[in-house]
């Protein structure tokens, strides 16, 4: 039986719990969660009738040793590293899938990357648009169509923490490295996050892939939440994205739907991680992806190299 600990059990690391539980083939499930406040809702999810195919169990506090076939990191940012370098001096996991942000310095990256090859680990960011089956149609209708451009509108959608999986779903649908990450047409300054000791960041933010390809993130400080996303090709056609309404609109005004898939709709993930044919974002493409939105960021809240950027 296929041994998974879930480290992280808030708002994300729930949804991986749905998901885990909706695997097809059972599996010994360790949910490590050290905020007691969240055992309510954890044990009322895994007494329902879904999770009777696998052994779950819920603990405060991470084990020091193993067996573990696939770790899942999903809490917030700052105590990640440190997590990992836990995992690969005792557990050893085979497959590693970890949130994002995901480090707040370079030097945390660096760590958790070196610590994971150490061990041999594979190890992948969970940017699940490239589960979609939406995003693969259309990468797979615009392969010869060049550079492929993106822009995303909308509010209150969480710029600080989310740009990284738009400046993933840029290389994934381009097949092209990310080259530059530009933070200077944020809005001055930030705003306290509602989750305790992270920031907001509003205004816009834009990237550059070495094949021309451009993003462009513009997040307002509205009321609403709102998200709209715009695929641009090198020969003027664009598609429009409504990913709440699960619908796309082509340039000539045709609309048909456009598939997503939540976190907790994908329990295909642990076990393409454990067989080594995921399709979130290799943990080498993350880490670039990563070094240069901090690098943007720590220019914009005036940190030096070594302080961490205050998003997750």
């Not at 001055?188 to 933010?205: C, H, N, P, V």
Request: hydrophobic share 45%; proline share 6%.
């Amino acid at each position: 039986m296929t041994t998974i600990w879930l480290i992280g059990c808030g708002n994300i690391g729930f949804r991986h719990l749905q998901a885990m539980l909706a695997m097809p083939e059972p599996a010994d499930i360790l949910i490590i969660e050290p905020a007691e406040a969240l055992h309510a809702r954890i044990t009322t999810e895994i007494a329902k009738p879904q999770a009777a195919a696998h052994r779950v169990s819920l603990v405060a506090a991470m084990p020091p040793s193993g067996p573990v076939d696939l770790a899942v990191v999903a809490t917030s940012a700052p105590p990640r590293a440190a997590i990992v370098r836990a995992l690969t001096e005792g557990p050893r996991p085979r497959a590693v899938v970890l949130e994002k942000v995901l480090a707040q310095t370079d030097a945390e990256l660096q760590s958790m990357a070196a610590d994971l090859a150490a061990i041999g680990s594979t190890a992948h960011v969970n940017c699940p648009r490239r589960y979609f089956p939406g995003y693969q149609k259309l990468r797979a209708a615009l392969a010869k169509a060049g550079p492929l451009s993106i822009e995303v509108t909308g509010s209150q959608f969480g710029l600080g923490s989310n740009a990284v999986h738009f400046l993933d779903l840029l290389e994934y649908l381009n097949d092209s490295t990310l080259t530059l990450v530009d933070a200077t047409g944020l809005d001055k300054g930030s705003r306290d996050s509602k989750r305790a000791g992270f920031q907001e960041i509003y205004g816009t933010l834009e990237a550059r892939l070495a094949n021309g390809a451009g993003l462009r993130v513009t997040c307002a400080d509205e009321p609403e939440l709102v998200l709209h996303l715009k695929v641009s090709t090198a020969d003027g056609r664009s598609f429009t994205i409504d990913e709440a309404g699960s619908r796309i609109t082509g340039h000539e005004g045709e609309a048909e739907t456009f598939e997503i898939r939540f976190v907790s709709q994908i329990p295909e993930i642990y076990a393409d991680a454990l067989a080594g044919h995921c399709d979130l974002t290799p943990m080498a493409d993350s880490l670039r992806q990563h070094a240069l939105y901090l690098g943007a960021l720590r220019s914009h809240f005036g940190l030096a190299s070594d302080q961490p950027v205050p998003v997750s």
